[in-house]
């Protein structure tokens, strides 16, 4: 029973490919996310939404595209992808229940571009 | 803006040992604290989580606390284990979103 699924697992392209990421959550929480993590592991937040809205959009380049068709899909498109993509991106999830939020994190999803 | 720091950045100790993770950040208008693990090459594995109005909390061989009013949680975890080699992060969240440490990784030698 997984909770938060992402594919593919591992992505090489090339640069200046576009490139797509798929989530889903079987939690039934309202909030998802995209992170960023970079070789230094430090994670960054990139996105997150809150039933299909965006609340959260850092400061990442237009070339990143978030779409969520429905509260348990999160997807993330990528144009022209740059050498410096490469990363690991992980989407979470979380809920706010009993005062609090738990986040629950996908397997990552290990970009790389040549 | 939140910031959050973890010390040490590496923990190399030697199993059965009892050991402190620390974990601090920069404004303490928050929600909740969470602990993650995350083994190499997998993603972040949910340990425990403290709520703002909570002092501790314990799962096992690991107890977490929460001093808000100045900033710090510690991760204790007693009687380390060859198999708690991983690293260690810490998140807070605030009105607006969630803020990681950059990690502690540890190391339990057999």
Known sequence: ?114 | KQEVTQIPAALSVPEGENLVLNCSFTDSAIYNLQWFRQDPGKGLTSLLLIQSSQREQTSGRLNASLDKSSGRSTLYIAASQPGDSATYLCAVKDFNKFYFGSGTKLNVKP
């Open chain 1, 1 to 114: 029973d997984t909770a938060v699924s992402q594919t593919p697992k591992y992505l090489v392209t090339q640069m200046g490919n576009d490139k797509s990421i798929k989530c889903e959550q079987n939690l039934g929480h309202d909030t998802m996310y995209w992170y960023k993590q970079d070789s230094k592991k430090f994670l960054k937040i990139m996105f997150s939404y809150n039933n299909k809205e965006l609340i959260i959009n850092e400061t990442v380049p237009n070339r990143f595209s978030p779409k969520s068709p429905d509260k348990a899909h999160l997807n993330l498109h990528i144009n022209s992808l740059e050498l410096g993509d490469s990363a690991v991106y992980f989407c979470a999830s979380s809920r706010f229940s009993g005062g609090s939020y738990e986040q629950y994190f996908g397997p990552g999803t290990r970009l790389t571009v040549t």
